[in-house]
């Protein structure tokens, strides 16, 4: 194992929809990520980058508490980024108030304008719209409804509108921290990263993972692959198994519900995982060392409190270490003190501004295997 850092210290058809109502109590950019056991919180919140506070401190309206509505467009149960939306969703609107929080899940791209106008027209005050299949209709919509605020995650919409929040991450923030345990855990100088898909949102973690690795281990070989689908388990689990028959044997993902598969290879072969997100312990107890990445159980309650005290913030709002929504989650007893310390300094490094992360344009200046 390498111990020693080198320069630097060192996230419907209409009617087929799913609608869970619950009264009372309950709670781009192309492409991104990412039930049954919901996720563990990944661990708090001014942001990186200027975005403005990710909570606010202002009365609640109760005007703004009629009703709020997830949009989801992946499958609940990936024990990841989509079950952690919800349950921030769930225990943010219970904790705020909101009288009504609707949780719909939208399976077929053609009905997804008509079921956000449906779900507009309910009479929720804030809809929360997940990742870039709803570009063109939360842009059809939001004009129609000016009285109701519409958050989309991990997506940009080309245009402004002053009832629509972007809400964006600095992925690769928290995987240059996976990228510092790999180089410094490795003992076949080879390390690799698993995707969903090749776009900008994913080539952030890769991003910072490589500069990672290579901050810590300059004999480090950083190898990556796509899934091409944030919802194939089996996928997830072949691309692994190929990564660790080439030799890397420490891996980094951010797939969604495609992780499943990875999280059963690398128990299999034994084999050291950072994940993305969400708490792995759970998920992997045998490999798993640590996870990295946005907060969304946190995150997604960014809009529901802004709109709740009559602040919300549009346009585009990004979230890196320095906000407390973006970082490590808490480590397994695998990883060595050393590995900890080195990773909790290149954290500190990053939110003092001591230690810059590129982004995912820096990818086009990458040779994978590098």
């Not at 149960?77 to 939208?106: H, K, M, N, P, W």
């Not at 929360?128 to 919409?157: C, E, G, H, Q, W």
């Not at 929040?165 to 100088?189: H, I, P, R, W």
């Not at 490589?210 to 004999?219: L, S």
Request: glycine share 10%.
């Amino acid at each position: 194992m390498h111990a020693t850092l080198p320069r630097h210290l060192i996230l419907i058809g209409l009617l087929t929809a799913l609608v869970v109502g619950c009264q009372g109590a309950a709670p781009g950019s192309t492409a991104a990520g990412p039930g049954t056991d919901a996720p563990q919180p990944s661990g708090a919140a001014s942001t990186s980058g200027g975005a403005g506070s990710p909570a606010t401190s202002g009365d609640i309206d109760p005007a703004k508490l009629s009703g709020a509505a997830l949009l989801l467009t992946q499958q609940r149960g990936d024990r990841g980024v989509i079950d952690a939306l919800v349950a921030g969703f769930e225990s943010g609107t219970e904790r705020l108030g909101y009288e009504d929080a609707q949780i719909v899940q939208l399976d077929d791209p053609a009905t997804y304008e008509q079921t956000i106008r449906q779900v507009a027209d309910s009479g929720v005050s804030i809809i929360v719209a997940t990742f870039p299949p709803m570009i063109d209709s939360v842009k059809a919509v939001a004009p129609d409804y000016p009285n109701v605020n519409f958050v989309i995650i991990d997506a940009r919409l080309g245009e402004d509108f002053p009832n629509v929040q972007e809400l964006f991450f600095y992925e690769n923030e928290s995987s240059y921290l996976a990228g510092v345990a790999a180089g410094l855990v490795t003992e076949s100088d080879r390390v690799a990263f698993i995707g969903g898909g090749d776009v900008d949102v994913i080539n952030r973690y890769l991003v910072g993972f490589y500069e990672g690795a290579h901050a810590t281990n300059e004999d480090v070989t950083v190898c990556w692959s796509y899934a091409d689908s944030f919802e194939d388990p089996a996928r997830g689990k072949e691309l692994a198994l190929a990564q660790i028959e080439d030799g890397a044997d420490v891996l980094h993902a951010a797939t969604a519900g495609t992780q499943l598969g990875i999280y059963e290879a690398v128990e299999e072969q034994d084999v050291a995982f950072i994940s993305a997100d969400v708490d792995v312990r759970p998920l992997a107890p045998t490999a798993g060392l640590f996870a990295t990445g946005p907060r969304f159980d946190e995150a997604v309650v960014i809009g529901l409190e802004q709109n709740a005290t009559g602040d919300f913030q549009p346009g585009f709002q990004q979230y890196g270490i320095e906000s407390g929504l973006v970082g490590a989650t808490p480590f397994s007893e695998r990883v060595p003190a050393e590995v900890v310390e080195a990773v909790e300094e290149a954290e500190a490094g990053i939110a003092a501004g001591e230690i810059e992360v590129a982004d995912d344009t820096a990818l086009a200046d990458l040779e994978n295997c590098s």
